[in-house]
């Protein structure tokens, strides 16, 4: 028996492999934060990509370069690579990164399943992505996959694109237990719940999200299985079933799968704004209940995205209303971030820059979220392009900016190099102006009463369109200027204190810049900088 | 929160091929298995993806018996703390709890479609198109007459809940009382206990998987209750085959526990791999007792 122990023991004492097995194998949580924010940053040039057909083909009236077949595909490829691709393993690469180290704990709880939850992602997305060359086209029914678009009139291929959904279900679920574990039981002694940084805090939230709608979206994909191969009669109104029902179900994984993707992102500007405020947190109690009243109302409000379905008009009263209530826990968290800055000793470092930006272009795209909450005014705003420049102004400038910002405020200590600061404000500035540029026009055509997902549209949308279109190359392409300041940091630079920014609090600024392979191989002693 | 002893002796494994080869297994195991229901709705005779599937389940097989096998050693050879218990204990009770919103998809579909779609078919408030599509269908539950029975035929009767169903229930109650004598076993240092009412929990969770099979070949040749029978059909065998499912995965669970339990592992303070099967086998249990209710006692 002591020989097996000595065996393991000794094994424990690795430093990283070298070579492409060290990414294959690995346990450690950096590594596989790593993993997960490269991936992450591929499925979001690839999702980029598909955009820019799309933004191409509406530059100008009329069909230009691709079939409507063919735009149907890219707009739901487009919506699902950056939500399930790009969007969510980011945030969890930045939680693998970053949870183990701020509560000071050694590892993620289950490093194995960590290492399984990743790579099951990049098996999922091929198989997602190669539907696109499959007999019959990819997936061209949108990302919310109505049916009976996705059953009755789908492609063959939406059967692998279900199981594509059912295998990224399996390493959302593992992942997110993986991270409730890791914040409930590895806690350095000492670290109650109401210390630990609000990004550890959001994470913790958004997991129980995850573990809760996950399944649900597997039984939705499972149902329109059954339907196309069983002769099951769930969406099926001839056989008793209903199409509305699926909407119900979607939307009822779909709403907090929105708040998925941004209640990270509210734990990485929490964590950003104070620094550069070089102040506390303004109402960090207040920060921790309205994010969890964000996820509680996350469940109770999915029908409005349903408004114009033929709902009975108490289902439509109760659901806006429910809906409007989410801005009050939303506003908290505004003003609260308002509150912090007021009066600190600001500077304006790239993340801050994106944390500030996060903080105006979110709540544009909140407020639009309250123009489409209302009942009647949903009736003109429903699947026009109003729908889209809200959504977009709430998860590009919203959980993109913040993944930037996070990206830019810890590469310091993940490579213990200062990044390219001028290069870091011109991309900031870059993204900035982009995605305003592609998207605020959206809002006017919307209103005007231009409809979502078409490759042809009115003349009188026309110059809207081309302004939109411009915004998005520029946008677009300037993270190609991101990717080399990540390259250029990761391969050198000025070296990076421990503390990286003065006003930075929280246990992962008391190691060593680059931060250690393993961080905390006992809890750190002394909390008294545990959080901000 | 973790005592400071327990706290610094928490094991964190070294490089591993498991993931890997468990992330290859699950991916062939769906690549295969689409190729085979593509072409299965496409009507041909053989599939391609019968290869790839079966490649993907024996890997997926494999690697999770290592796994396990893994993680049991590391056990035995005392690398684990209270604290990776609790890590254990927590992640259990997180993966149960997926396991009831899966089923909640599916029993909130049911409940929708009794109370709403039912009677809108039937042309109930303002659903003026369903009921000029079928005029003729007068709306009933259990749904044995489909709005259009020429693309699903319906059902000749419903599965009412006496016969089978009751003494299912009965067996699944019963299994969940003789795997707490099991328990007591292990608490009472007693192996010969723990090992006779556990063999018992799992014949009746076997039994109770026969009764299951008897009764769908029942309700396929004399019923025409059929999977293709409309959304009565639907529901009954989406939710009784999931819950199905569920009880052959716990079966097996509760089986390996037993020849675990025959070779002296589990003492009365380390049997987490027997207490989180015992809380799977609850939690099928409790799944039954809504569908005993609310498919066969309500819906029929």
Same mark, same amino acid.
């Given at each position: 028996?002591?020989?097996?122990?000595?065996?393991?023991?000794?094994?424990?004492?690795?430093?990283?492999?070298?070579?492409?097995?060290?990414?294959?194998?690995?346990?450690?949580?950096?590594?596989?934060?790593?993993?997960?924010?490269?991936?992450?940053? &591929?499925?979001?040039?690839?999702?980029?990509?598909? +955009?820019?057909?799309?933004? +191409?083909?509406?530059?100008?009236?009329?069909?230009?370069?691709?079939?409507?077949?063919?735009?149907?595909?890219?707009?739901?490829?487009?919506?699902?690579?950056?939500?399930?691709?790009?969007?969510?393993?980011?945030?969890?690469?930045?939680?693998?990164?970053?949870?183990?180290?701020?509560?000071?704990?050694?590892?993620? +709880?289950?490093?194995?399943?960590? /290492?399984?939850?990743?790579?099951?992602?990049?098996?999922?997305?091929?198989?997602?992505?190669?539907?696109?060359?499959?007999?019959?086209?990819?997936?061209?029914?949108?990302?919310?996959?109505?049916?009976?678009?996705?059953?009755?009139?789908?492609?063959?291929?939406?059967?692998?694109?279900?199981?594509?959904?059912?295998?990224?279900?399996?390493?959302?679920?593992?992942?997110?237990?993986?991270?409730?574990?890791?914040?409930?039981?590895?806690?350095?002694?000492?670290?109650?719940?109401?210390?630990?940084?609000?990004?550890?805090?959001?994470?913790?939230?958004?997991?129980?999200?995850?573990?809760?709608?996950?399944?649900?979206?597997?039984?939705?994909?499972?149902?329109?299985?059954?339907?196309?191969?069983?002769?099951?009669?769930?969406?099926?109104?001839?056989?008793?079933?209903?199409?509305?029902?699926?909407?119900?179900?979607?939307?009822?994984?779909?709403?907090?799968?929105?708040?998925?993707?941004?209640?990270?992102?509210?734990?990485?500007?929490?964590?950003?704004?104070?620094?550069?405020?070089?102040?506390?947190?303004?109402?960090?109690?207040?920060?921790?209940?309205?994010?969890?009243?964000?996820?509680?109302?996350?469940?109770?409000?999915?029908?409005?995205?349903?408004?114009?379905?033929?709902?009975?008009?108490?289902?439509?009263?109760?659901?806006?209303?429910?809906?409007?209530?989410?801005?009050?826990?939303?506003?908290?968290?505004?003003?609260?971030?308002?509150a912090t800055m007021w009066q600190g000793a600001m500077t304006f470092e790239t993340p801050m820059l994106f944390a500030i930006a996060f903080v105006i272009l979110f709540?544009?795209?909140?407020?639009?979220?309250?123009?489409?909450?209302?009942?009647?005014?949903?009736?003109?705003?429903?699947?026009?392009?109003?729908?889209?420049?809200?959504?977009?102004?709430? &998860?590009?400038?919203?959980?993109?900016?913040?993944?930037?910002?996070?990206?830019?405020?810890?590469?310091?200590?993940?490579?213990? /190099?200062?990044?390219?600061?001028? *290069?870091?404000?011109?991309?900031?500035?870059?993204?900035?102006?982009?995605? /305003?540029?592609?998207?605020?026009?959206?809002?006017?055509?919307? *209103?005007?009463?231009?409809?979502?997902?078409?490759?042809?549209?009115?003349?009188?949308?026309?110059?809207?369109?081309?302004?939109?279109?411009?915004?998005?190359?520029?946008?677009?392409?300037?993270?190609?200027?991101?990717?080399?300041?990540?390259?250029?940091?990761?391969?050198?630079?000025?070296?990076?204190?421990?503390?990286?920014?003065?006003? +930075?609090?929280?246990?992962?600024?008391?190691?060593?810049?680059?931060?250690?392979?393993?961080?905390?191989?006992?809890?750190?002693?002394?909390?008294?900088?545990?959080?901000? | 929160?973790?005592?400071?002893?327990?706290?610094?002796?928490?094991? #964190?494994?070294?490089?591993?091929? =498991?993931?890997?080869?468990?992330?290859?297994?699950?991916?062939?195991?769906?690549?295969?298995?689409?190729?085979?229901?593509?072409?299965?709705?496409?009507?041909?005779?053989?599939?391609?993806?019968?290869w790839i599937l079966l490649a993907g389940g024996l890997i997926t097989a494999v690697t999770l018996f290592s796994w396990f096998r893994k993680v049991i050693e590391e056990?035995?050879?005392?690398?684990?703390?209270?604290?990776?218990?609790?890590?254990?204990?927590?992640?259990?009770?997180?993966?149960?709890?997926?396991?009831?919103?899966?089923?909640?998809?599916?029993?909130?579909?049911?409940?929708?479609?009794?109370?709403? #779609?039912?009677?809108?078919?039937?042309?109930?408030?303002?659903?003026?198109?369903?009921?000029?599509?079928?005029?003729?269908?007068?709306?009933?539950?259990?749904?044995?007459?489909?709005?259009?029975?020429?693309?699903?035929?319906?059902?000749?009767?419903?599965?009412?809940?006496?016969?089978?169903? =009751?003494?299912?229930?009965?067996?699944?109650?019963?299994?969940?009382?003789?795997?707490?004598?099991?328990?007591?076993?292990?608490?009472?240092?007693?192996?010969?206990?723990?090992?006779?009412?556990?063999?018992?929990?799992?014949?009746?969770?076997?039994?109770?998987?026969?009764?299951?099979?008897?009764?769908?070949?029942?309700?396929?040749?004399?019923?025409?209750?059929?999977?293709?029978?409309?959304?009565?059909?639907?529901?009954?065998?989406?939710?009784?085959?999931?819950?199905?499912?569920?009880?052959?995965?716990?079966?097996?669970? =509760?089986?390996?526990?037993?020849?675990?339990?025959?070779?002296?592992?589990?003492t009365a303070d380390n049997c987490f791999g027997f207490e989180a099967s015992v809380w799977y086998w609850h939690f099928v249990d409790v799944v039954w007792l809504g569908?005993?209710?609310?498919?066969?006692?309500?819906?029929?």
């Open positions: 028996m002591s020989a097996v122990i000595e065996e393991y023991h000794h094994d424990h004492q690795h430093g990283p492999d070298k070579g492409i097995l060290r990414w294959v194998l690995t346990t450690n949580h950096k590594d596989i934060g790593t993993l997960y924010l490269w991936f992450s940053f &591929l499925m979001f040039l690839l999702g980029g990509s598909l +955009a820019f057909v799309i933004r +191409a083909e509406l530059f100008q009236p009329g069909l230009q370069i691709v079939d409507p077949g063919f735009f149907n595909q890219m707009t739901t490829m487009h919506g699902l690579i950056m939500v399930f691709g790009a969007v969510m393993p980011a945030m969890v690469g930045l939680a693998n990164w970053l949870v183990p180290m701020m509560i000071g704990a050694p590892d993620m +709880a289950l490093p194995r399943m960590n /290492n399984f939850s990743f790579w099951i992602l990049p098996f999922a997305f091929s198989m997602l992505v190669s539907t696109l060359f499959m007999e019959g086209g990819g997936p061209n029914f949108g990302w919310t996959f109505y049916v009976p678009l996705s059953t009755t009139y789908g492609p063959p291929s939406t059967t692998f694109f279900i199981f594509a959904i059912h295998l990224m279900g399996v390493s959302s679920i593992m992942g997110a237990i993986n991270i409730i574990a890791t914040i409930l039981n590895m806690r350095a002694p000492g670290m109650t719940l109401m210390k630990m940084p609000l990004f550890v805090w959001t994470w913790l939230i958004t997991a129980y999200l995850l573990i809760a709608v996950m399944p649900v979206l597997a039984g939705a994909v499972t149902m329109m299985l059954m339907d196309i191969h069983f002769g099951t009669a769930f969406f099926d109104a001839a056989g008793g079933g209903d199409p509305v029902l699926f909407q119900h179900i979607f939307w009822f994984f779909g709403h907090p799968e929105v708040y998925i993707m941004i209640l990270p992102a509210f734990g990485v500007v929490s964590q950003i704004i104070p620094t550069f405020a070089r102040k506390q947190l303004f109402g960090y109690d207040s920060m921790v209940y309205a994010t969890a009243s964000i996820a509680f109302l996350s469940f109770i409000v999915w029908a409005h995205h349903m408004f114009t379905v033929g709902m009975p008009i108490a289902g439509e009263l109760y659901f806006m209303y429910a809906t409007m209530l989410i801005a009050v826990p939303t506003g908290v968290k505004v003003f609260n971030w308002l709540t544009i795209g909140g407020f639009s979220g309250l123009m489409v909450a209302l009942v009647p005014a949903d009736f003109q705003y429903h699947d026009s392009y109003f729908v889209v420049a809200h959504f977009h102004y709430v &998860l590009v400038p919203g959980s993109v900016f913040s993944i930037m910002a996070a990206a830019y405020y810890w590469l310091p200590k993940w490579t213990g /190099n200062m990044y390219d600061e001028t *290069l870091g404000k011109l991309h900031f500035w870059l993204s900035f102006i982009g995605v /305003n540029v592609a998207f605020f026009p959206q809002h006017f055509v919307g *209103l005007a009463g231009m409809p979502r997902r078409i490759p042809d549209y009115a003349l009188q949308f026309a110059d809207y369109n081309m302004i939109s279109t411009v915004g998005a190359f520029l946008f677009g392409f300037s993270q190609l200027l991101f990717l080399f300041i990540v390259i250029k940091c990761i391969r050198g630079g000025e070296k990076a204190s421990d503390r990286v920014w003065e006003g +930075a609090h929280g246990l992962e600024w008391t190691i060593p810049s680059p931060a250690p392979y393993h961080s905390f191989n006992t809890p750190p002693r002394d909390l008294s900088d545990a959080h901000s | 929160m973790a005592t400071e002893q327990s706290y610094e002796t928490y094991y #964190v494994p070294h490089k591993s091929w =498991l993931p890997i080869f468990a992330s290859l297994g699950l991916f062939l195991t769906v690549y295969g298995g689409g190729h085979i229901l593509n072409d299965m709705t496409a009507g041909e005779a053989h599939s391609s993806g019968t056990d035995h050879a005392r690398l684990y703390s209270a604290q990776m218990n609790r890590t254990y204990v927590w992640s259990m009770w997180w993966f149960i709890f997926s396991e009831v919103m899966f089923f909640a998809a599916f029993f909130a579909a049911l409940f929708y479609i009794r109370y709403y #779609v039912v009677g809108w078919l039937g042309g109930e408030g303002e659903r003026g198109p369903t009921d000029m599509l079928w005029p003729e269908y007068t709306p009933e539950w259990p749904m044995l007459n489909t709005p259009d029975p020429a693309k699903y035929p319906g059902a000749k009767e419903a599965m009412g809940p006496w016969g089978l169903p =009751l003494i299912n229930t009965i067996i699944l109650v019963s299994s969940s009382v003789t795997v707490t004598f099991a328990h007591h076993g292990i608490n009472e240092n007693k192996r010969k206990k723990l090992i006779n009412w556990l063999a018992v929990t799992v014949l009746l969770g076997v039994l109770f998987l026969a009764f299951q099979v008897y009764e769908y070949y029942h309700a396929y040749t004399a019923m025409g209750l059929t999977l293709n029978a409309g959304i009565y059909g639907t529901t009954f065998f989406m939710l009784t085959g999931f819950h199905g499912a569920h009880v052959t995965l716990g079966t097996i669970m =509760l089986l390996v526990m037993l020849i675990r339990a025959m070779k002296g592992h589990f569908l005993f209710l609310f498919v066969y006692i309500m819906g029929s």
